[in-house]
């Protein structure tokens, strides 16, 4: 339907002179040095362009496309003298202008609707997380459904370490082309730019953003054995303790520092900082009781709030968890701005064409707005949230400058 249109605007807009011979298309594809010429044109300028099929059908579009752009090239540049080729305004226009511009109606497209080719291999996605978290789970549902989707499997990497820079420059490592996708997050991209952290790429420059996918907030947990049922009791037990209480995270710079340095801040509660490997970790350690708080996820501490190991105090949102309705958020019990949105997103390297971002952002939130997804990770206290990437790089932006100021108010305790 698309390449019909560009066609008939051909059609419409182009026109050939008085007195000029008219256009025969018979003539020019009979010609063996034309035919010659659109075949180099094609391989040097279409080198990835074929026939594609998808769902059980072949899809010659793309190939015509510019098998005809190519012939409007050739024929452009070698017989302009004979047919004078003109457009109705502009007719001053340069021959090569004439040609850029009939190009970009008959192989723009793509660009905007994004690859149909993409994909046509086997693609990775790199976590940098360990592991068992609720990243983690919710990456290999929407790799599997992906998977499911687009006929191409799809695998999950963990890369863990260095405030997400090995999983970052494993991405960075391969080829531009799509098939290598990083999970980045509220930390990478609007946090730890601000620490001063020598990780060696600059996420914003060096990454492109394709969906957000995932976010939650998180839930104020100790273990059970701790001798506070409530957040009056945990203030005033880590005030009597010399030294404190010990906090954990999910390695510096998530939101489990971010929260737990907020809440100290705010509420005067003396602890120190244990960063962790991971969720899973952090979590194991808080329920062995060699941690005394956490901020968690529902979805990495369910089991052990069932099981009665850990205990829930209050939860850090701007209200109560449908989850555990009788938790209290912090904002409730008078603990004013220690709240933390828990975002992930889908990125790639900044040089991967849009045709293909398009096509992934189509492909990826088609995968994780699937119901097989959504049903899911519904039930585990975190919300399914897709994008454009223009919407992305707007919230990174915005959130961007949110932290920085945050990271200026805690100062050291978060670098």
């Not at 098939?179 to 930390?187: E, K, P, Q, R």
């Amino acid at each position: 339907m698309f390449h019909r249109w560009r066609v008939e605007w051909f059609h419409h807009h182009l026109k050939w002179p008085a007195g000029r011979p008219a256009f025969n298309l018979a003539d020019l594809t009979a010609s063996q040095d034309i035919q010659r010429r659109v075949t180099a044109c094609q391989q040097t300028l279409f080198p990835t362009v074929g026939y594609q099929r998808s769902n059980g059908f072949i899809d010659f579009s793309n190939f015509f496309a510019s098998q005809f752009s190519c012939y409007i090239m050739v024929f452009g540049f070698f017989r302009s003298r004979t047919y004078g080729l003109s457009l109705h305004k502009g007719d001053n226009m340069s021959l090569i202008t004439k040609v850029i511009a009939v190009l970009m109606v008959l192989v723009g497209a793509p660009s905007v609707l994004g690859d149909p080719a993409f994909p046509a291999k086997q693609m990775t996605i790199v976590v940098p997380f360990p592991p068992g978290g609720s990243t983690d789970r919710v990456t290999r549902l929407i790799a599997q459904k992906l998977s499911d989707n687009t006929g191409q499997p799809t695998i999950v990497q963990n890369r863990p370490g260095a405030a997400g820079a090995v999983a970052a420059q494993a991405v960075l490592s391969q080829p531009a082309d799509g098939y290598t996708v990083f999970v980045g997050h509220v930390g990478t991209h609007a946090i730890d730019p601000h620490l001063n952290v020598q990780v060696g790429f600059d996420a914003n420059r060096d990454f492109r953003p394709v969906t957000s996918f995932f976010s939650f907030h998180s839930i104020l947990v100790v273990p059970a054995s701790l001798p506070a049922n409530n957040i009056k009791e945990l203030v005033a037990l880590a005030k009597s303790r010399p030294g404190g209480l010990n906090f954990a995270s999910q390695g510096t710079g998530t939101a489990g520092h971010f929260l737990g340095e907020m809440f100290q801040q705010v509420t005067g509660a003396p602890m120190v900082h244990l960063p962790m490997k991971g969720a899973a970790q952090a979590v194991t350690e808080t329920v062995a009781g060699r941690i005394d708080v956490l901020f968690s996820s529902y979805l990495s501490a369910q089991a052990f709030l069932k099981e009665g190991r850990l205990k829930a105090l209050a939860y850090a949102g701007p209200k109560r968890s449908a989850m555990l309705p009788d938790v209290p958020t912090l904002a409730e019990l008078g603990i004013l701005g220690v709240e933390y949105d828990q975002w992930f997103g889908f990125f790639v390297p900044a040089k991967v064409s849009d045709g293909v971002v398009a096509r992934l952002n189509a492909e990826l939130v088609r995968a994780a707005r699937s119901p097989e997804v959504t049903g899911s990770v519904g039930g585990q206290d975190a919300n399914i949230v897709t994008s454009t990437p223009d919407e992305i790089a707007r919230q990174i932006a915005t959130e961007y400058r949110r932290y920085g100021e945050v990271v200026k108010r805690l100062g050291s305790q978060v670098r």
